[in-house]
């Protein structure tokens, strides 16, 4: 079966410091793989997303992931985090042939200034 | 495009009442999707729609909860009778094949 697992509840990191969110996924096929985020009281907002191709996929407000294969991983990344980039993160695979997905339990990031 | 639209926000209810959440897909998308998100959870599909036909309700909980999607622009989500248990914030997202769009989601207590 399908699932994900992000493996931090929580992550508290400086201001300006380098981030990586950890995702692993289990799926017996090529997956489709997305990062969101979620502030307080809002929705969900698409960071970015892998479906093929080159395997370091750019998103919005300067986050990164990189798809590997062989360690069944999709971790986010962020050279220098921004107090603004406080919020829920949340890892997903897509069912393929459907437009299903699956999400991670999320990681709460917390910025000090 | 306003985005996919939910209302209301929040609602409080008294248990045993019924309760009917509704939402707005965006133009143009179609699938459409029901989640909950709750502390102990995370988020679960509750129900998931294309073409206004439901493809996918393991989700739902229990008989208490009924989706419907008369048509492509709007759909609902009742709970009839509501529990404390069903105190959750529950999103719907639409797609038009390669990403969700999430609306700001209802926040949903009963007491």
Redesign the interface.
């Known amino acids: 079966a399908q699932s994900v697992t992000q493996p931090d509840i929580h992550i508290t990191v400086s201001e300006g410091a380098s981030l990586e969110l950890r995702c692993n996924y289990s799926y017996g096929a090529t997956p489709y793989l ?1 990062w ?1 985020v979620q502030s307080p ?6 960071l970015l ?1 892998y ?1 093929s191709g080159d395997t370091l996929v750019q998103g919005i407000k300067g986050f990164e992931a990189e798809f590997k294969r062989s360690q069944s991983s999709f971790n986010l990344r962020k050279p220098s985090v921004h107090w603004s980039d406080a919020a829920e993160y ?1 890892c997903a695979v897509g069912v393929r042939n ?9 990681t709460r990031l917390q910025v000090f200034p | 495009d306003a985005g ?1 639209i939910q209302s209301p926000r929040h609602e409080v209810t008294e248990m045993g009442q019924e309760v009917t959440l509704r939402c707005k897909p965006i133009s143009g998308h179609n ?1 459409l ?1 029901w989640y909950r998100q709750t502390m102990m959870r ?2 679960e ?1 509750l129900i ?1 729609f ?1 073409n206004n036909v439901p ?2 309700d393991s989700g739902m909980p229990e008989d208490r909860f009924s989706a419907k999607m008369p048509n492509a622009s709007f759909s609902t989500l009742k709970i009839q009778p509501s529990e404390p248990r069903d105190s959750a914030v529950y ?1 719907c ?1 639409s ?1 038009a ?9 209802t926040r949903l207590t009963v007491v």
């Open positions: 997305f969101y009281g809002q929705g969900l907002q698409l997303k479906f949340f459907t437009d299903k997905l699956i999400f991670g339990t999320g | 996919v699938s999707f995370g988020l599909l998931y294309n493809i996918d999103f997202a797609s094949g390669t990403e969700a769009f999430f609306g700001q989601g």
